[in-house]
């Protein structure tokens, strides 16, 4: 009786260490996924910068957008009337000239920090107060 006991504790502090050593193995892995999964969902976050401008006779309804330096920089620009287009000669982006109504997305990796201008290309609109800033920080 007192073999079969022992027998007994043996198994029992066997398949409890079987299972002990599978628990802690498997969860790392695991783990480790959820970091680099964790880590790409932050970089995607961080990565692009979207805006929303429209251009209308004579202003720009956004006059400062501000990124860090390495972003993705995305300009939805919509031309609520006349006849414009947005343009940062420091990025060479530029949307077409664009007739009333139509929109157009650039985009652009802001790659060196500083604040450039960003402009109305058509006619005198620049002068004319078609002008903002990118704050590339
Ligand atoms: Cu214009």
Not at 43 to 57: A, D, L
Not at 67 to 72: K, W
Not at 81 to 106: M, S, Y
């Amino acid at each position: 009786m007192k073999k079969f006991i022992i027998l007994v504790i043996v198994l029992v502090v066997l398949i409890g260490g079987y299972y002990w050593l599978n628990n802690n193995k498997a969860p790392k892995p695991i783990v480790q996924n959820e970091e680099i999964i964790n880590n790409e969902e932050q970089n995607v976050q961080t990565e692009i910068k979207e805006f929303e401008i429209s251009g209308s006779n004579f202003s720009l309804s956004t006059k400062e957008i501000t990124v860090n330096q390495g972003d993705t920089v995305r300009i939805n620009l919509t031309n609520s009337g006349g006849f414009h287009d947005l343009v940062i000669d420091e990025f060479n982006a530029r949307t077409k000239q664009l007739a009333d109504g139509a929109k157009e997305t650039i985009e652009f990796v802001a790659d060196k920090t500083g604040t450039f201008e960003y402009y109305c290309s058509v006619g005198k609109h620049r002068e004319m107060g078609m002008v903002g800033n990118l704050i590339v920080q």
